[in-house]
């Protein structure tokens, strides 16, 4: 049975940070895309959520992929808390917003129907073309679930595809938003 239980013979293939991980152990130099972490967090955004009950599964908690289409919307919010729209980013500096290409989240505790939630949103860390992001959900003041994105400083491609491609995020940008 492919990718099945404890008896199968499938081996998952190494991705991501596992895989480069090993090529630096194998003797790779290691990547110049460190994050760059400044000393202290500028801007925080914050939103509340009261949960309704289309978001909920029929076990009564909050349907998982409702957390991720709320820390999309907190993203969205953080910006415009921050004086800085992602709207007038693009303007400014001729981005097509910052496409999600990574996120992970760590559920602690359940949310249920009329449970009222706030997430708080920072940027956590700059690398040359991508940002990360944190999101912190609380449900009744405890930590319910932890969540990151990695977003890129998405532009259109130079070829005239309309595809998108990452750019370098902008001094300024980073400067604004508390990276070194």
């Known amino acids: 049975m492919p990718g099945g239980g404890p008896n199968s013979d499938f081996v998952a293939p190494m991705i991501g940070p596992a895989r480069r991980a090993v090529k630096r152990r194998r003797g790779a130099p290691p990547t110049s895309r460190r994050k760059k972490k400044g000393p202290d967090v500028k801007h925080t955004g914050t939103m509340t959520i009261t949960v309704g009950w289309g978001d909920c599964a029929p076990s009564g908690a909050v349907y998982y ?71 912190t959900l609380t449900n009744a003041g405890a930590v319910a679930v932890e969540a990151t994105d990695v977003r890129f400083w998405g532009v259109r491609h130079a070829d005239g595809s309309g595809r998108l491609t990452a750019a370098e995020i902008p001094a300024d940008v980073i400067a604004f938003f508390g990276g070194a």
């Open 65 to 135: 992929p409702n957390y991720f289409r709320w820390f999309d919307t907190a993203m969205w919010n953080f910006f415009d808390a921050a004086e800085w729209p992602l709207r007038e980013l693009e303007e400014a500096h001729g981005i097509v917003g910052l496409p999600l290409i990574e996120t992970r989240a760590n559920f602690k505790r359940p949310c249920r129907l009329h449970d009222a939630l706030g997430i708080e949103t920072r940027i956590t860390g700059f690398q040359r073309k991508t940002l990360e992001m944190t999101h």
